[in-house]
């Protein structure tokens, strides 16, 4: 019974994040936000596009096929722990990156969680430049 109720309330929250993106969209056209707002929101869409967001693991498998398990965030992997650990190194060796940037665009959520990612990069980006001569 609370697995359920669990279930039902954290669809919200688990896409919370991409609520974050018609904000920012709105802070930058309106120009009502002062950039160290957008500065924030920014970070944290990229932070929930790299941890938190209902991804597909994609990690590669033993018979070298992407795990089709549900994991969060871009970097993180499904509850195998081995996959846990596969995309995190991937991130931090270079020669790997394009390997896991292939990986990003492999099916739809993970893709629109990359978008978001760099949606949020960009926006954190100019909001920062724009702090910093202001
Ligand atoms: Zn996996």
Redo the contacts with the bound molecule.
Sequence with gaps: MGRKRKKASGIAGRYFGYLLLPIIVYGWTSGNMSAAFILIASSLTILYALFAVPAW?M?TTRDGLA?R?N?HGLLL??S?RE?KWQKLKMSFRASKWGELFGKFWSNTANAAAAVSAMAGTGSALVAAVALATK
Excluded: E, I, T
């Design positions: 693991c990690a795990c398990r994991s992997g499904c195998l996959h």
